[in-house]
């Protein structure tokens, strides 16, 4: 990035802070909501203005915390919200600081459950009527699943499906059992693991696919309204798949050999 770019944006995050902080201050200080806009252009300015990079990581993150703890007194001195954006001004300076070795197998899995254990004992500690620690789970475990299998696509999209999968059930479960609404994605999700493995086949895509659809529409249908057989219509519809990729695909390809 050349100085007259830095220098620009600088002056550009310098000016708008100055401006939100005046609006805030004439518009009525009841509220002061101008810290979130002017922490949010602190960071990159602290950035831009270092020329080390990972001093300016540091910086940047020190500010970013500085600024929600202040807020978090201000505002919430009951309840310490900012203790679950610890993480995040860690773990950016660290990662910055370590360059390479941060895209190691082992870093990933080190951070990776590291924060996992933090954010499952803050949902211990404040929320322990609520399982949200399932959602930086879920978020987390892709940085190990992607040093570890990003080289074989097709496991990695098995065990990708899985993760997405094994999430959605867990959330359907711990918010609204009473509704299974988790076929919805996990039938998409499906799609992807069947495509890697037979994608380069036609008829056997078709034939799983066209199974995995019919099944579908059947437990949709058994689920919901299980008086009514409408699932015998889509089912219908997506036969002609296989079907056709058989008589007009397949078949033709064979007899040519």
Known sequence: MSRALREFIAM????????????????????????????????PLAWLLTADKKKGSIIASGL????????N?????????????????????????????????SFSYLVSFSLISYYVLLNIYFEPRF????????TLLWWPLCTTFGRYPRRFSVLSAG????????????????????????FAVLWWPISMYLAKKPFYYSAVGAGLTILYFSLVNFMTSPQQLWAVYPA??????????????????????
């Open 64 to 71: 970013f915390l500085a600024f929600c703890i202040i807020q």
């Open 163 to 186: 993760l997405i999968i094994v999430f959605f059930v867990i959330v359907n479960r711990i918010s609204s059992p009473e509704v299974f609404w988790a076929i919805h994605p996990i």
């Open 73 to 105: 007194i201000v505002e919430t001195p009951d309840y310490f919200w900012f203790v679950y954006l610890l993480p995040i001004a860690v773990s950016w300076p660290l990662i910055v600081c370590l360059g390479k070795a941060a895209l190691k197998r």
């Open 131 to 138: 399982l949200w620690c399932i959602f930086p789970i879920f």
């Open 236 to 257: 219908f519809a997506v036969f002609w798949w296989p079907l056709s990729v058989y008589y007009f695909v397949s078949r033709p390809a064979r007899f040519s050999h």
């Open 12 to 43: 550009g995050c310098i000016m708008t802070g100055i401006f939100l902080l005046g609006v805030n201050l004439f518009t009525g200080i009841a509220s002061f909501w101008a810290i979130y806009p002017a922490a949010s252009l602190l960071c």
